[in-house]
């Protein structure tokens, strides 16, 4: 499986509404795993990438906000954990395995509304197990991981972080970029880490995705183990036309079915020949983890670039028709 295991974090702001958007920023990123805040999912929403897994959570209320999600590629093998579904902390976990053991990633969001204190985070954190990594919308503003300012939210976490031997991987950035140009940017979205070593971490900004929120980029640098290829006597290259001409050559069709050896002979006869058969007319290519979808046509990936650009310019002005364009 991959020896790199790209992960980004994202306040989506409502999933749903960035479908195909999603769909093109894991392609193009090579991303295993996406960590979503705000997925704004009830029980009526339904979204399906190809290649990946969904796991996600809804507001006990059934209402079209908070909520969050964890999108991982189906090769890797993985299972979930249960849901952490407080009023105040919301979290989607899977727990993954690496040559050193299991890890768990979870997307956290902590709405804003409600005031956090140490036993709110601390008992959380508990839930996750010896090595972790948790990224998310936490709304904690600290100056120890990058913000401009220190809120009570964020005093009570960094003390959870230094009781508990704690982490974190911060781009230092704004990730929060308020409509209202009066507003100052923020940075809410980073990661909690446990267990694992920084010499094995990587985190970068992100221009991509169309939120209030800008994603971030995690780079971890381990072996995960991917899933085991289903058995399979055909693909989508087999040529059938061949199979059917081979299966004819290699019948017997002279066994008498008179006794049960003569049946069980039959049988074995029928079993070789189809195996046989199929496998001359399939074409087995070695499976390769880090292949992915065709590259994105030329000018989509010049859109992107532009979008970056003007993406980056607005953050920089704030002026209004930057934010336009």
Same mark, same amino acid.
């Given at each position: 499986?991959?020896?790199?295991?790209?992960?980004?974090?994202?306040?989506?702001?409502?999933?749903?509404?960035?479908?195909?958007?999603?769909?093109?920023?894991?392609? /193009?990123?090579?991303?295993?795993?996406?960590?979503?805040?705000?997925?704004?999912?009830?029980?009526?929403?339904?979204?399906?990438?190809?290649?990946?897994?969904?796991?996600?959570? &809804?507001?006990?209320?059934?209402?079209?906000?908070?909520? /969050?999600?964890?999108?991982?590629? %189906?090769?890797?093998?993985?299972? +979930?954990?249960?849901?952490?579904?407080?009023?105040?902390?919301?979290?989607?976990?899977?727990?993954?395995?690496?040559?050193?053991?299991?890890?768990?990633?979870?997307?956290?969001?902590?709405?804003?509304?409600?005031?956090?204190?140490?036993?709110?985070?601390?008992?959380?954190?508990?839930?996750?197990?010896?090595?972790?990594?948790?990224?998310?919308?936490?709304?904690?503003?600290? *100056?120890?991981?990058?913000?401009?300012?220190?809120?009570?939210?964020?005093?009570?976490?960094?003390?959870?972080?230094?009781?508990?031997?704690? !982490?974190?991987?911060?781009?230092?950035?704004?990730?929060?970029?308020?409509?209202?140009?009066?507003?100052?940017?923020?940075?809410?979205?980073?990661?909690?880490?446990?267990?694992?070593?920084?010499?094995?971490?990587?985190?970068?900004?992100?221009?991509?995705?169309?939120?209030?929120?800008?994603?971030?980029?995690?780079?971890?640098?381990?072996?995960?183990?991917?899933?085991?290829?289903?058995?399979?006597?055909?693909?989508?290259? &087999?040529?059938?036309?061949?199979?059917?001409?081979?299966?004819?050559?290699?019948? +017997?069709?002279?066994?008498?079915?008179?006794?049960?050896?003569?049946?069980?002979?039959?049988?074995?006869?029928? *079993?070789?020949?189809?195996?046989?058969?199929?496998? %001359?007319?399939? %074409?087995?290519?070695?499976?390769?983890?880090?292949?992915?979808?065709?590259?994105?046509?030329?000018?989509?990936?010049?859109?992107?670039?532009? !979008?970056?650009?003007?993406? !980056?310019?607005?953050?920089?002005?704030?002026?209004? %028709?930057?934010?336009?364009?």
């Amino acid at each position: 499986m991959a020896h790199i295991l790209n992960i980004a974090v994202w306040n989506a702001n409502g999933l749903c509404q960035h479908a195909q958007e999603i769909k093109l920023f894991l392609q /193009t990123l090579h991303l295993y795993i996406l960590l979503v805040s705000e997925t704004h999912f009830t029980g009526r929403s339904y979204m399906k990438i190809p290649n990946y897994n969904i796991y996600h959570d &809804t507001h006990p209320d059934e209402t079209a906000h908070g909520g /969050t999600a964890v999108i991982i590629r %189906q090769n890797i093998k993985h299972h +979930t954990r249960i849901v952490y579904k407080q009023d105040n902390i919301k979290a989607t976990s899977i727990s993954l395995e690496d040559s050193i053991g299991e890890i768990t990633i979870s997307a956290i969001y902590c709405p804003p509304k409600h005031n956090n204190k140490y036993d709110d985070f601390d008992r959380f954190f508990k839930t996750l197990g010896h090595r972790f990594i948790a990224g998310g919308d936490f709304n904690a503003k600290h *100056t120890f991981w990058g913000s401009r300012l220190t809120n009570t939210e964020g005093r009570e976490l960094f003390k959870v972080m230094q009781n508990n031997n704690l !982490k974190h991987l911060s781009t230092r950035q704004p990730t929060y970029w308020p409509n209202d140009p009066n507003k100052i940017p923020h940075l809410l979205d980073f990661c909690v880490i446990k267990g694992i070593d920084n010499k094995k971490l990587a985190v970068a900004p992100c221009l991509e995705l169309t939120s209030d929120h800008t994603p971030i980029l995690i780079t971890v640098f381990t072996h995960a183990l991917g899933k085991p290829k289903k058995p399979s006597l055909y693909s989508k290259k &087999t040529d059938w036309n061949c199979f059917r001409e081979t299966l004819d050559e290699q019948l +017997t069709l002279t066994i008498p079915l008179k006794t049960e050896i003569d049946i069980e002979e039959a049988v074995e006869n029928v *079993t070789k020949a189809t195996q046989s058969a199929a496998w %001359q007319a399939t %074409q087995y290519t070695r499976s390769n983890d880090q292949t992915y979808a065709e590259e994105p046509p030329i000018n989509i990936k010049r859109k992107l670039a532009e !979008k970056r650009k003007a993406r !980056k310019r607005w953050q920089l002005t704030r002026a209004p %028709q930057d934010k336009q364009r």
